[in-house]
C-alpha cells in the first residue's frame, strides 16, 4: 500500500531554514505527482507547494521565493527545502501523493 514518511521538522527561529523530506512506498513514485499541504491550528489545511511527474512546480503565494519542493527519483523522495521561515509558517506539514497522506510534521518558527 502507498506509504508516505515525512521527517524534518523542528523547531526555528523567524528567518532560519529548514528542508523536510518525505520517502515514499507503495507506488510507481517517478510517474506520479506529489505535494506538500500544511494545517496551522484552527485553521484549514492548505495546499504549500507541489510539483508534478515531469518536475514542473507550483507554489502557494504566500511561499513563493522562500521554499522550494524537489524530488529525487532515484530515492522516491519529495523534498520541502523551506528559507526565510515566518511565525506564520508554523504548522503540521504533509506529504501527499496518489491518494494518501503522510502522518505529518511539526514545524514551529518562533518570533
Known amino acids: 500500500q502507498v506509504q508516505l514518511v515525512e521527517s524534518g521538522g523542528g523547531l526555528v527561529q523567524t528567518g532560519g531554514s529548514l528542508r523536510l523530506s518525505c520517502a515514499a512506498s507503495?507506488?510507481?513514485?517517478?510517474?506520479?505527482?506529489m505535494g506538500w499541504h500544511r494545517q496551522a491550528p484552527g485553521k484549514q489545511r492548505e495546499l504549500v507547494a507541489s510539483?508534478?511527474?515531469?518536475?514542473?512546480?507550483n507554489y502557494a503565494a504566500s511561499v513563493k521565493g522562500r521554499f522550494t519542493i524537489s524530488r529525487d527519483n532515484t530515492k522516491s523522495t519529495v523534498y520541502l527545502q523551506m528559507n526565510s521561515l515566518k511565525p506564520e509558517d508554523t504548522a503540521v506539514y504533509y506529504c501527499?501523493?496518489?491518494?494518501?497522506w503522510g502522518q505529518g510534521t511539526q514545524v514551529t518558527v518562533s518570533s
Open positions: 510539483i508534478t511527474s515531469s518536475g514542473i512546480t
Open positions: 501527499s501523493g496518489p491518494g494518501s
Open positions: 507503495g507506488f510507481i513514485f517517478r510517474l506520479n505527482a
